[in-house]
Nanobody
Framework: QVQLVESGGGSVQAGGSLRLSCAAS????????MSWFRQAPGKKREGVAA???????SYADSVKGRFTISTDNAKNKMYLQMNSLRPEGMGVYYC?????????????????????????WGQGTQVTVSS
């Protein structure tokens, strides 16, 4: 079955960096659209970055220029390099996989329903940013 396992979360000071990883199994990784979501305490889950099955990337405005999403199809892994982290970037980061929801435009068009439309999720990894 589809399995997504995130790692790499932790605690950093504002301005610091973290690299998240998502190990995927149980499906043909290269044919899926992958994305990272973030859920801050008391807030809804929101899309942060996405990469489609052709390698095109897109980002939420709040992270453009600071975060980089990438995949390694040979290793069935996705990454999120997060630089210049801010306290508002704190939360649980989730890896997601879908075939029909590709790119941030599609994710943002779904609004609050995105977490319900996207079928495959990891368990999340906590990122804490102190000011």
């Amino acid at each position: 079955q589809v399995q997504l396992v995130e790692s790499g979360g932790g605690s950093v000071q504002a301005g610091g960096s973290l690299r998240l990883s998502c190990a995927a199994s149980g499906f043909t990784f290269s044919t899926y659209c992958m994305s990272w979501f973030r859920q801050a305490p008391g807030k809804k889950r929101e899309g942060v970055a996405a990469i489609d099955d052709e390698g095109s990337t897109s980002y939420a405005d709040s992270v453009k220029g600071r975060f980089t999403i990438s995949t390694d199809n040979a290793k069935n892994k996705m990454y999120l390099q997060m630089n210049s982290l801010r306290p508002e970037g704190m939360g649980v980061y989730y890896c997601a996989a879908e075939t029909t929801v590709c790119g941030m435009t599609a994710i943002q068009a779904l609004g609050d329903t995105a977490p319900y439309v996207i079928v495959h999720w990891g368990q999340g990894t906590q990122v804490t940013v102190s000011s």
